[in-house]
């Protein structure tokens, strides 16, 4: 392996690894806030990523507004996933398998429903600095993939800067942690899950509208994007936005890597199995403790 | 002695509901058209699969979305050692089942050590791996290609060449696994796995070996998955990596939530659902996998006992004439 | 008579919290030894390291000569020992007396393939299963609940349920945990009778509670206090002990 190849495989598993972890911060937004996975995220981003491209190339709008009208529909869906699903499941006590039941149907919704409407094609969409490229020794990385790492590390902050300093970013993190103790201090549990949602639809529109420049639309995209962004969630602990970064980073370079030393064909096989792997042996994360036994 | 005289009569009345389904059953395929035949054929071959998906689900409270990989094991096995090697169909079919049992237990000794999300989204995970693999894998599956040729399975000089003939040969295998099934729930086995279910502590006090049942459960499945694969390779003869995609598994999974997954009979009703629909929405173009997904999800929020759960309330209530079933006073 | 079970210098702790305190006692065969302490002295601690719920931080547990502190659940009950626990823990949704065959589990050897293959060997322990059930069901007075899941029975029988349910795994050693909370003074006295008749049969019992009048069919008694034993002896000895007086009167 050359080193022009290894630099230029290490810069597309950075970027990849940025798509996942804004992907896992999503998920981890709505974890830390609600206690439940949403398996809906990716299939989120692909919702942002479709109206992004539909304002943009069909309409004819300017890319920023495109943009814009991506990660507010991604925020418009998260907010209509705690309504439409989220809610009459948990009126209903159904058990934590519906709800992943039922947030999975909801990503296979949104998947058919892209296939419907936009059928297999794969549609391009023009990223922040066109297609210009800047040179790393020797090898080249998109302007627009410098733009998403930037950005993705601005919300990160901004995320922090919302649970700590901010009175709704507290509110929602007491009606997760305790629900019942936030009920009695005023705090409307259920208003929090749908701002959770909105916020993670939030953030997963803008993955979607990030990631669409660099790898193409396309319905099916959804799933993947989710299960790599869980995992990128899981190593960063779960609830913690920097640790979905991280996580996220870790698993684009180890597949890219996996991509140079075996086969491209093999890079979902790998990730995959890492996914599994990571379940299995640190289900706390990279950083976490090991919870409590018995009772 | 009233009670002993009205169970009797119950047996004499579910005995000839038995007869009246069965006559029914033998008679279908002689007054419909050779595509609803095809429709019924694949519900047959679609109700083995669903079988081991809703029993993971209803009894072990395992999500199995892994179930398209095993059916793909199943139908490759049996195209590749028929066409390839030459093997006799029953080994081939044998072989598969064989394969995928091996495959589920290396993963399920790990795998099933996770409960909840972690485990839905690993089988998941496995059903998208089992796909890559079949495309990948094309030395075995023809990869997009796919493999043809594969001979029709044929017993005593009969050959299963038609709908109509097939359908003779999926629904008894079908109705004999319905009452293999049955026959596990109702077994101490079966006890034990709703025991482990409701309490696992009290389980594990028990005795119940809780992680090594999952397990087996899970290679039950696997096998039974592989079996119905095998049935659709040699009824359609010709099969690609399309046949075992995610939208596979999603099916599989849906057949199990829309029948109910506490109740065995019920998967037909969810099998019938999944081959029916698509076959007369198909003039709408791609409408039916949102369909699907949508059912889905209202299933699983407004009718979580399933077809069957809510056919068994309704009989519970008729039969009771509004009397409820309650529990003796005293104690 | 012979230790049926040691507990040899069990501590453990809770993260920093240093829950038992190097606890040592035996329960010898035949007996119905007692363990009373205060709320929060280690008792379901202990319970969950003797059947194997927890590993002891440091220890040992001794069941039958064999050391079992690293042994799993399922390997405890095979060899004779079963629990019930401060909460009921019954099976919900199964009947009373699906709850009892799943009791005699361990007596069972038919497994999945057998199950599933319909062998007529799986009909025959079924039958021998439902059969210890039923006579279970009479001697603990469940006749009238025999049909009815048990989760939808009151606590008092949901007890009785847990208890029988322990019973037709016909241990060699059977631990209660609080087996008299949320009883009635009836339903305690009734209890009391079908302990005293299971330890003729010649059960051994290890009981853990807080209720003194329980400890009346006890023959040896260990009071824990902040996971230490502060005192053995006798029912009558115990209440004479100063120290248990202040531990249990004294708060
Ligand atoms: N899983 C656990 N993690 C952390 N602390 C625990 C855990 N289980 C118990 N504890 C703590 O250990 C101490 C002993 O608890 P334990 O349940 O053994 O007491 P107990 O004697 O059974 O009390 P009670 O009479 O209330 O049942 C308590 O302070 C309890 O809070
Ligand atoms: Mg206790």
């Keep these: 392996m050359t080193f022009t190849l290894l630099i230029q495989s290490i810069l597309a598993g950075l970027t990849n690894g940025f798509v996942y972890g804004l992907i896992g911060l999503g998920i981890a937004v709505a974890f830390r806030g609600a206690r439940i996975i949403n398996a809906m995220q990716g299939d989120v981003a692909l919702i942002g990523a479709v109206m992004a491209y539909s304002a943009s190339v069909s309409f004819g709008l300017p890319m920023p507004v495109g943009f814009v009208i991506g990660v507010v529909a991604g925020g418009l869906t998260g907010f209509l996933v705690d309504r439409l699903m989220i809610r009459p499941t948990l009126k209903r006590r159904g058990s934590e398998d519906s ?15 892209v296939l419907l409407y936009f059928g297999r094609d794969s549609y391009p969409i023009p990223g922040i600095g066109g297609n210009d490229i800047v040179d790393v020794f020797d090898a080249s990385m998109r302007v627009h993939a410098i733009w998403l790492i930037v950005i993705s590390l601005a919300v990160v902050a901004a995320l922090r800067w919302f649970y700590a300093k901010t009175l709704v970013g507290q509110a929602l993190l007491a009606a997760s942690i305790d629900p019942e103790g936030a009920l009695t201090l005023g705090i409307n549990v259920g208003r929090m899950r749908a701002l959770t949602f909105g916020l993670g639809g939030l953030v997963g529109g803008l993955a979607g509208v990030l990631v669409a420049p660099l790898i193409n639309i396309q319905y099916e995209m ?6 790599k962004g869980f995992a990128a969630a899981i190593l960063g602990g779960l609830s913690s936005p920097f640790g979905a970064i991280f996580g996220g980073v870790l698993l684009g370079l180890v597949e890219s890597l996996a991509v140079v030393t075996i086969s491209s064909g093999y ?28 009772g | 002695m009233t009670a002993l005289a009205r169970s009797a009569t119950a047996h004499l009345w579910t005995g000839m509901l038995m007869v009246a389904v069965l006559l029914v059953w033998v008679a279908l395929p002689w007054f419909l058209s050779r595509s609803a035949i095809d429709i019924l054929v694949f519900t047959g071959i679609y109700t083995i699969a669903g079988l081991g998906v809703s029993f993971l689900l209803g009894q072990c409270g395992i999500v199995s979305l892994a179930q398209s990989g095993f059916y793909g094991i199943g ?25 995928s049992a091996v495959i589920a237990a290396a993963v399920g000794v790990p795998v099933l050590r996770l409960s909840g999300h972690f485990l839905a989204l690993a089988t998941l995970a496995l059903a ?60 101490r086995t079966g006890i034990a796995l709703r025991a482990m279910r409701d309490a696992p502590a009290a389980a594990a006090v028990a005795g119940i070996p809780i992680a090594s049942l999952k397990v087996r459960i899970f290679v039950l499945s696997a096998a039974v998955g592989a079996f119905a694969g095998s049935l659709f390779a040699h009824y359609v003869s010709f099969i690609s990596v399309d046949s075992f995609a995610i939208d596979r598994a999603i099916g599989f999974l849906l057949i199990a939530v829309l029948g109910g997954v506490r109740s065995i009979p019920g998967t037909i009703a969810g099998a019938l659902f999944v081959t029916a629909a698509p076959n007369y929405l198909s003039r709408l173009g791609d409408i039916h996998p949102l369909l699907f997904a949508l059912a889905l999800i209202v299933a699983v929020i407004f009718l979580p006992g399933g077809f069957g759960g809510f056919m068994a309330n309704l009989g519970a209530k008729l039969s009771s004439g509004g009397r409820r079933p309650s529990a003796p006073a005293g104690g | 008579m012979s230790a049926l079970l040691e507990v040899r210098e069990v501590s453990h702790r809770f993260g920093g919290l240093h829950v038992l305190k190097g ?79 799943a009791g005699c589990h361990r007596h069972g050897r038919t497994g999945v393939l057998e199950a599933f293959l319909g062998l007529p060997q799986v009909r025959r322990e079924m039958r021998d299963a439902a059969i210890v059930a039923d006579a279970a069901i009479e001697r603990f007075d469940l006749g009238p609940y025999r049909d009815v899941p048990a989760g939808e029975l009151p606590a008092g029988r949901q007890r009785m349920v847990e208890l029988a349910r322990a019973v037709v795994a016909e241990p060699k050693l059977l631990c209660l945990d609080e087996p008299s909370s949320g009883l009635s003074t009836a339903e305690v006295q009734i209890l009391m009778q079908v302990l005293r008749r299971l ?30 034993i502060i005192a053995s002896g006798s029912l009558d000895a115990m209440r004479a002990s100063p120290r248990v007086r202040e531990a249990y009167l004294g708060t």
């Design chain 1, 99 to 113: 709800l992943l039941l039922v947030t999975l149907g909801g990503a296979f919704a949104v998947s058919a429903a």
């Design chain 1, 222 to 227: 959804g799933l993947l994007l989710t299960l």
């Design chain 1, 267 to 294: 890079k979902d096989v790998v990730s995959m199995t890492l996914l599994i792997a990571i379940m299995i042996v640190l289900p706390q994360g990279l950083f976490g403790r090991r919870g409590r036994l018995g």
């Design chain 2, 75 to 99: 139908a490759y096995a049996t195209a590749y050692g028929t066409t390839v090697l030459g093997l006799p169909i029953p080994v081939c079919i044998v072989l598969g089942m064989l394969v």
């Design chain 2, 128 to 187: 998208i791996i089992a796909h890559v693999l079949f495309l990948e894998l094309e030395w075995i599956t023809g990869g997009t290609l796919g493999i043809g040729g594969i001979p029709r399975i044929s017993l005593f000089g009969f050959t299963f060449a038609t709908p109509f003939r097939f359908y003779y040969l999926v629904w008894p295998s079908a109705f004999a696994l319905l009452l293999a099934y049955s026959l596990l729930l109702r077994s």
């Design chain 3, 23 to 101: 606890v040592s006692f035996t329960v010898e065969a035949g007996s119905v030894t007692g363990l009373i302490g205060p709320n929060g002295a280690g008792k379901s601690t202990l319970f969950n390291i003797i059947s194997g719920f927890l590993t002891p931080s440091v220890g040992r547990i001794v069941l039958l000569g064999e050391d079992a502190t690293r042994l799993g659940i399922q390997h405890r009950s095979r060899m004779g020992l079963q629990r019930t626990f401060q909460t009921p823990q019954v099976f919900r949704d199964l009947t009373v007396r699906e709850n009892l065959v």
């Design chain 3, 199 to 228: 330890n003729e049969e010649g059960m051994t019992i290890l009981l853990v509670s807080h209720d003194m009048e329980l400890m009346e069919i006890t023959s040896k008694m260990h009071a824990l206090c902040f996971g230490e």
